[in-house]
């Protein structure tokens, strides 16, 4: 079974309007390049890190390497081509940054880059997840702080009238919560471009790969979104962890505290029997399937499928049999 790939984008801040929605399935034989940039004050770094990153990166490689030779040489091009794109751009004086994640799938080989907080995460066959990124955020990482302070800047959240402190950790100056990114001139040297490299070999199982920006990760873990699209095609599982994102999001935004964060018990439930419906399971009474791309992902009741089947025996109608698994 071949390796899959989802990437998802959401219009959110600058990111890169690639497209709403994409994903793929990798066959063997084939070299896939997803990509997330999420870009902060503008769009512009963003957009020129797509343009030019991939260039930049198979320059760095010598010509006329054999296939081994070639990915032992990949992960110091990546380190190349994202400072020479990081430098690039700042010659031209603007000043937006951009995350980076860059993802290379050569047959059973993956190879993941990244600067920023736009994860990716493995979902091997067997249920092992395993993240491929490091979150470059001072809040969360000690060490990236600790670098940080040690190259001269300064750590701290942001102080309103009164002194205050409110929000994330920040670097100062510049006040950019991550310590690693594209770009960013206006900040100081302590931000840099050099990125995470990770380069894992697949079983013969296979598996799948999830990369998506912040807006994705802040309201669902690494694992609730692997665990959400196991057993569902590419294009069906990317956007069942959209939807998953959006109805934190919504609950959230509703105030009910108890459903913000990694947990989604309660998200869905059976309106009849009261059981609850992993995040994968439920269908909603009006729209079939929640996966149904018509239909609003937060729209209920849900049931699960026994009692959607006894629902459409009472009904006179032949049990629909749909179960999401």
Known sequence: MGSRVERHQLQENDLV?????????????????????????GN???????????????????????RDEWLQAL???????????????????QT???????VLVDRWTVTVASVGDSRCILDAQGGAVSELTVDHRLEENQEERERVKASGGEVGRLRILGGAEIGPLRCWPGGLCLSRSIGDMDVGEFIVPIPYVKQVKLSDAGGRLIIASDGIWDAVSSEMAAKSCRGLPAELAARQVVKLHYLSWVYCRLGNDETCGPSTSGLFICAVCQV??????????????????????????????DCRNKKDAMEGKRPSGVKVT
């Open 96 to 102: 937006s940054g951009t995350t980076a994640t860059f």
């Open 75 to 93: 992960p110091r091009a990546l380190v190349a081509g994202f400072v020479k794109t990081d430098k690039e751009f700042q010659s031209k004086g």
């Open 44 to 66: 512009a770094a963003a957009l020129y890190s797509r343009d030019n990153l991939l260039n930049h990166i198979l320059s760095a490689i010598p010509r006329g390497l054999g």
């Open 17 to 41: 309007p690639l497209a709403a929605l994409i994903s793929r399935e990798i066959k063997n034989e084939k070299m896939e390049k997803p990509t997330v940039f999420d870009g902060h004050n």
């Open 276 to 305: 609850d419906l992993g995040a994968s399971e439920g269908i909603s009474v009006h729209a079939g399937s929640i996966f149904s791309t018509s239909s609003k992902p937060w729209e209920g009741p849900f049931l699960c499928a």
